[in-house]
């Protein structure tokens, strides 16, 4: 795993940086998606399972208006529900789409067939080793340290060393990656990039609301908390066996251990859905991983990108420190 395997964003998709903005419902819409392209990387639409067709459409236009390929985020069991995701994706013609947190098996023949390049996140080898049969043309390494929603077995580092001995295609590194030494760290492994979610969620261009932009900027590294607290109180439909990492608040607190009750419990499920319209920091989900506590400002999606192009310096550094 030499050179070549840099290369492969770069001969894919045209970009200049390694990095894939990670799909995140709430977070990006057309025009963070569209930023992240316009900058060297490639942006993705995260089409949560509550968006409708048209949604898609619409903020597929603004991401492709940058000119650059994009990519839209699918969840498999959301599609299985939602079929006309699929198709406004088709139409629409991204550059990638991943789906994942599912039976995905059935979408990756007729997107590849439309000329998509398909990926998948795999959160344990066994997703890995499903996501190869299913002939998926890139596998996303998303460990445990990683925001949103996922599985909370594995870190980032083990599974990528792990998926990386188990194939050849191209492996992108999700999960903790907040800046530049983290990117020249897969990339030092062996990884075709980093999948990135969190370094973005404060970004002028994403839609995050003003009071949860601040609870990001304030949190540490030892903010988030795992679990499926917030999907049992969204009754979104999201499978018990993915959770999700966000910022522990008190709703989370007074939740946890009686995710089952609160499935069924309407003044809990109102408090959220409140909670969620006023982005009040205490009552909604704020997703977001590991890598929160290096996030201090407001940039621009290019201010990020261009932190993360510095990963060379590192890599070179630690090549030449080598030679020595």
Not at 40 to 61: N, P, Q
Request: with cysteine; net charge negative.
């Amino acid at each position: 795993m030499g050179d070549d395997e840099h290369m492969w964003l770069t001969e894919t998709f045209g970009l200049s940086v390694p990095v894939i903005g990670a799909p995140m419902a709430n977070v990006s819409g057309g025009r963070l998606t569209a930023a992240i392209s316009a900058a060297g990387g490639l942006g993705m639409l995260g089409a949560g399972s509550a968006v409708t067709a048209d949604w898609i459409r619409t903020e597929g236009a603004i991401a492709a208006a940058s000119g650059k390929p994009y990519g839209i985020g699918l969840m498999a069991w959301s599609v299985q529900e939602r079929p006309e995701h699929l198709e406004a994706v088709l139409e629409l013609k991204p550059a990638l789409v991943s789906l994942s947190f599912g039976d995905y098996t059935p979408y990756v023949a007729p997107l590849q067939q439309a000329g998509i390049v398909v990926a998948t996140q795999a959160g344990i080898v066994a997703d890995a080793r499903e996501a190869i049969d299913a002939g998926v043309d890139v596998i996303v390494a998303r460990g445990a340290e990683a925001g949103g929603h996922g599985r909370n077995a594995v870190g980032s580092l083990p599974l990528l060393q792990a998926i990386l001995e188990l194939t050849d295609l191209p492996v992108l590194a999700g999960g903790g990656i907040s800046g530049p030494r983290g990117l020249a760290a897969v990339m030092a492994a062996g990884a075709a990039g980093g999948w990135i979610g969190t370094a973005f969620l404060t970004c002028v261009e994403a839609q995050t609301k003003e009071p949860a932009r601040q609870a990001i900027i304030a949190a540490d590294e030892t903010a988030t908390v795992y679990g499926t607290v917030f999907d049992a109180a969204s009754r979104a439909g999201w499978p018990d066996e993915f959770g999700g990492r966000a910022l522990r608040n008190a709703y989370f607190d007074a939740w946890e251990g009686r995710e089952q009750e609160l499935k069924s419990d309407d003044d809990g499920h109102a408090e959220y859905v409140e909670g969620s319209k006023a982005a009040d920091p205490a009552r909604a989900s704020i997703y977001a991983g590991e890598g929160v506590g290096a996030l201090t400002g407001e940039p621009t999606a290019a201010e990020v990108l261009a932190g993360f192009a510095s990963y060379r310096d590192y890599l070179r550094a630690a090549l030449s420190d080598g030679s020595k």
